[in-house]
């Protein structure tokens, strides 16, 4: 037979292992890369200021995600596709200067 399942009494509670069977795999490097991030949030600063630190500093999305969860409204705007038509004209202008 194949391995088999931790049980939820292992200690890490039926919540944990859901988690766990959830959670997106990391590489070696990679949980080095978030190491910084999850401690700073083990000590008590906001999600979202550990997001933004994350974002300003070049990490991945993945790696945000594995760390903080979506991001508000994130997995709603991917399902919708992005802006309507006439969303997208009114940003228009404002995406082009972005640019330059």
Do not use: F, H, W
């Amino acid at each position: 037979p194949g391995p088999r399942p931790v049980a939820a009494s292992s200690g890490a509670g039926a919540l944990g292992a859901a988690e766990a069977k959830e959670a997106p795999v990391l590489t070696e490097e990679e949980e080095k890369q978030t190491r910084k991030y999850r401690s700073m949030l083990k000590a008590g600063v906001p999600a979202m200021a550990v997001r933004l630190k994350m974002c300003a500093e070049g990490v991945p999305k993945n790696l945000i995600r594995s760390v903080v969860g979506p991001g508000e409204g994130e997995a709603d705007d991917e399902a919708a596709g992005g802006l309507s038509a006439a969303e997208e004209e009114k940003v228009k202008k404002y995406r082009s200067m972005l640019k330059a």
